[in-house]
């Protein structure tokens, strides 16, 4: 015992040094539901990740430089609290979430390397952009990168952030594959998006552009407000979309909108409905409705209880929180879980 008292001892004493120079946190999410579903003729019953939130763990740090400057950088990984697996699998990945270093000041922050583009953060949503929510079902399902999901994360990238008096711009262009004399700038992505958030009322609007070799740019747009009325607070989103998987005229929209009820001092009551509609495909698409209840337990820890149903036109992918077999199937899913925050 004694042995291990002093051989902690000295890794703090080493390690130390290095945390204080840079300020270090660790910080991570750990999200996890029982969880009951079926997609079609595949029925599931297990552990659901990330309901809420995507389990992850993170490092950030920021070194004052002097004269307002610092030096920021972000390493995240995800993971699936039902087995420990990385999640999302992004090939030998180590750090597949997030993984940037950048420059921050007065003017914002300018930063390299694997990030969220804007549409990541497109949630004018009842849910909060959780995996149960129609917005993050819809969007993920048609290949839309305005989406909280993988999609929305841009490798060799350069970003911008800034904050100005309730202002958020967002900017961000990626090289996705390095360029080559073999491998030119033709899969290049870029995006931007403004955010105003004032008292009760908050609006955005995002535009972004996924290109590919020799075949049609994917351009998508959307708009978003919310509005807190006290007793409830009012959120909806539309977006478009040309260009889908790269196939010239393929098109299509999506729209959602939902409420949030406080119940009480801790408890929230969500309900948020949205469609999608192929406009090329004799407009088949999905739709799908969420019923939710969150308790903050703490300011770390919330529990919760959620349902989603999502219903696939005939002849329409699977879109749904659990994997489908066929083209048209149906989807709904029940989870019951708990998100801690760290």
Known sequence: MQKKLIALAVAGLVSAPAFAQSNVTIYGVADAAVGFGSHGDNDFSGIVNGVLSGSRIGFRGAEDLGNGLKAVFTLEQGFDIGNGAASPSVGDSTFSRQALVGLSGSFGTVSLGRQYAPGYFFGYDATASASVGPQS??????????????RARWDNSVA???SFSGLTARAIYSMKAVETAAN????????????????????????Q???????????EWGIGGSYNFGVVQ?????QAVDGLGNVNGAEGDLWQVGVAVPVGAAGKVHLAYGEFDRDDLNNRGAESYSIAYTHALSKRTTAY??????????????FGVVG???LGDDSDVFAVGVRHTF
């Not at 079902?137 to 993988?150: D, E, V």
């Open 234 to 238: 009012v959120l909806a989103s539309y």
């Open 305 to 318: 209880v959620a349902y989603n149903n999502t219903e696939n036109e005939s002849g329409t992918g699977a």
């Open 324 to 326: 489908g077999t066929g």
């Open 209 to 219: 552009v996924m290109q590919k070799a020799s075949a049609e740019d994917q351009e």
């Open 184 to 207: 030119p700038d033709d899969d290049d992505a870029y995006g931007v998006s403004l955010d105003y958030a004032n008292g009760p009322l908050a609006v955005g609007a995002v535009y």
């Open 160 to 162: 911008y952030t800034g």
């Open 137 to 150: 079902i819809l969007s993920n399902g048609a290949g839309m990168s305005i989406t909280p999901n993988s």
